[in-house]
């Protein structure tokens, strides 16, 4: 059977990128080990959550498998006397809510395989390597000429995405790189119109786009085959990795953080966004910049993955943007997604958190200015400035480009209403995520200033004086009950006079015969 003809199982609805949360809920000390009950919860909704159970030895398993990240975790040390105590197993369930908080809030262990796996064993509990060997030996029967020669194993972040080092039989010399993946829940295209796009992909030709070899999907899946490149990527240029290491391993915590030169900065912010330009214009969605797409060709940088978009993958940065209402566009996605990589390559690490409020000394006041435009907390409420905007900047307008390559990339008619379809519907998913994360937040600031300390002040206060105010009212309503009754009763009295009428004196003449 050949690629193309695999029944489909269809788009993987679930979102990767979709943070989890982890709390502790409780703890259960059985006869020789102490359990903890875990609530686990995707993205802000209440009623997406589950629980886990794990042991201490479950955690120390997870962090041993971490250490290829050299990252320095909290997790509690090991005890092996005492460790049924009733305090103890409170403080070490302390030390395992902390542990639980630094890798769920690291951008890149929390959407490692690793972690899902441990927080949600049910939808991260197939083998992807496994999956994706298949599907390429099924492709090999239709298309002999090529071999695999190794797995590329865990060098890219996304679970569902697998890479293989490849060769054609009669050029052995010459290495290549395939990569398979699920369709993601922004695949909105027809099976008919991704495989068109998929196609033609491999005539696209660009000064600063990564040539395809082959492309093609089927109903669930797709691959595609690219020239590999031992210079690597943009990402391991900056962090001085080697391209055939694991993600955690190159990019987690790197021994030593120096960003680019100047000259590199410019040149290479000019030549992506001038790629990003050509496919505004050309109408393809893209979605997807970070430094691991963009591919080093010398001094040339080449974007990588234009399928993601046509294939629904979410994008890297998706946690970040969907914070943000005023990024409701996958152009303004892509100048979002510019201001990280423009923040990667000059100081060598990626932000701490979005929007930034203050930025360390740079090559050039121009990188801040462009910097500031893109991820300040001005820009987020604002907007994004467009990709024509940011070349118009001084950082990128003196650059001279000198690559004389034509471009091509003719898309159908047909096939770039379609894409503009998926791409109203990709944006349309955005929005209404953010719309709900909005309300969720308003909720929360409600609910936290409701419940803050100064709040409570004011309620016993107010309080207070509704309770005297009661008190006071209360008591004028006894007085006019009081009143009432003793005007009622001087009805039986003469008409004449009443009690508290004064008697006229005595006079001529009224005196008595």
Not at 55 to 84: C, E, H, T, V
Request: charged residues 25%; proline residues 6%.
């Amino acid at each position: 059977m050949a690629f193309m003809e695999k029944p489909a199982a269809g788009k993987v609805l679930l979102d990767d990128t979709a943070p989890l949360t982890a709390v502790i809920e409780a703890s259960q000390s059985l006869h020789s080990h102490t359990e903890y009950i875990i609530r686990v919860q995707r993205g802000i909704s209440m009623e997406n959550s589950w629980q886990i159970i794990r042991r201490y030895s479950d955690f120390d398993l997870l962090n041993n498998s971490l250490q290829i990240s050299a990252l320095s975790l909290p997790l509690p040390p090991k005890k092996l006397i005492g460790n049924m105590d009733r305090e103890f197993i409170a403080e070490r369930q302390k030390g395992l809510q902390n542990y639980l908080n630094a890798i769920t809030s690291n951008h890149i262990l929390s959407n490692c395989e690793l972690v899902k796996k441990f927080l949600d064993p049910n939808n991260y509990s197939v083998n992807y390597t496994e999956i994706a060997l298949q599907h390429v030996s099924m492709f090999f029967r239709s298309e002999p000429k090529w071999e695999v020669v190794e797995p590329l194993k865990d060098i890219g972040w996304r679970i569902r995405k697998k890479y293989f080092l490849m060769k054609i039989k009669n050029q052995p010399k010459e290495r290549l790189a395939l990569s398979w993946a699920d369709l993601g829940p922004d695949k909105y295209l027809s099976d008919k119109d991704l495989q068109c796009a998929m196609k033609l992909l491999s005539s696209c030709s660009h000064p600063y786009i990564y040539k395809v070899t082959f492309a093609m999907a089927n109903e669930s899946s797709a691959l595609v085959i690219r020239p590999f490149s031992e210079k690597g990527t943009l990402k391991d240029l900056i962090y001085k990795a080697k391209p055939k290491d694991q993600f955690l391993k190159k990019y987690c915590n790197p021994k030593k953080i120096q960003g680019l030169e100047l000259q590199q900065i410019k040149t290479f912010g000019r030549q992506i966004l001038e790629v990003l330009k050509f496919l505004h214009e050309k109408g393809f969605p893209y979605g997807h910049l970070h430094a691991s797409n963009v591919m080093m060709d010398g001094d040339t940088c080449r974007l990588l993955d234009l399928e993601n978009s046509l294939l629904g993958l979410p994008s890297f940065y998706r946690s970040y943007f969907t914070q943000f209402r005023k990024i409701n566009t996958l152009e303004s996605v892509d100048v979002h997604c510019f201001g990280h990589l423009l923040y990667e390559m000059t100081y060598g690490r990626p932000p701490d958190s979005v929007p930034v409020d203050s930025f360390p000394p740079a090559p050039s006041t121009s990188v801040v200015t462009v910097l500031e435009s893109i991820i300040s907390p001005e820009a987020m409420k604002n907007g994004m400035p467009t990709v024509s905007r940011l070349l118009q900047m001084p950082l990128f307008s003196d650059v001279l480009l000198t690559n004389s390559e034509k471009t091509q990339f003719k898309i159908p008619t047909k096939l770039k209403e379609a894409l503009k379809i998926a791409k109203e519907c990709i944006e349309k998913r955005l929005v209404e995520e953010q719309k709900q994360i909005h309300q969720h937040r308003r909720l929360t600031r409600a609910q936290s200033h409701y419940g803050s300390e100064e709040e409570k002040k004011k309620r016993k206060i107010l309080a207070r004086k509704k309770s005297k105010r009661s008190s006071f009212e209360s008591g004028e309503e006894q007085t006019m009950k009081y009143s009432n009754s003793n005007n009622s009763g001087s009805g039986a009295s003469s008409p004449l006079t009443s009690p508290s009428s004064p008697v006229p004196p005595c006079t001529a003449e009224h005196a008595p015969f």
